[in-house]
């Protein structure tokens, strides 16, 4: 299920990005995805992490394929109703999310950066926007390590 190897666009559109960390004397590869959790399971997906905080619609548990359901990682409340899927917030909602993430989430996120430099980590999200999402973010957020 964790093939180091596999695509990093599945055939549901999934995005994703491998990156170099430099540690003393060797580089390790970092692979983050983002999918839709409507998209099929794939092999290469690894490790899949579900970041909403309810439950997407029409998804059963054994559809899902999860690893884990993040929900602490999902936007407050407050957050996504301001940010409505609406793409001309998405700049100011990027930077507000970040923002959540840093000052509730630290610990969690070096843990899901160690978790992505042992094997893929596939970020799953139920928004149709596929550019536009807090999967997108919560991506870049780990990469940026």
């Known amino acids: 299920m964790r093939g180091a190897g596999d695509s990093a666009r ?3 559109g ?8 430099r540690g003393p004397g060797r580089a390790v590869s ?4 983002t999918k839709r959790i409507y998209d099929p399971a794939e092999p290469g ?15 059963s548990k054994a559809r899902a394929r ?12 407050d957050l ?8 001309k917030r998405f700049a100011q909602f990027r930077s ?7 000052n ?4 969690r996120l070096d843990e899901l950066r160690a978790r992505a430099r042992r094997g893929a980590l596939t970020i799953l999200y139920a928004a149709r926007d596929r550019e536009h999402n807090n999967a997108v973010v919560l991506a870049e957020v780990l990469k940026e390590g």
Do not use: T
Request: charged share 40%; no cysteine; aromatic share 10%.
């Open 10 to 12: 599945g055939a549901g």
């Open 14 to 21: 999934a995005v994703g990005a491998e990156l170099e960390r």
């Open 30 to 33: 970092v692979e983050v995805r």
């Open 45 to 59: 997906d690894g490790y899949r992490l579900l970041i909403d905080h309810v439950w997407p619609r029409g998804i």
């Open 66 to 77: 999860l690893d884990e359901w993040a929900r602490e990682l999902a936007p407050s409340d």
């Open 80 to 87: 996504r109703r301001w940010f409505g899927h609406d793409p």
């Open 96 to 102: 507000r999310y970040r923002r959540e993430l840093h």
């Open 104 to 107: 509730q989430a630290d610990d």
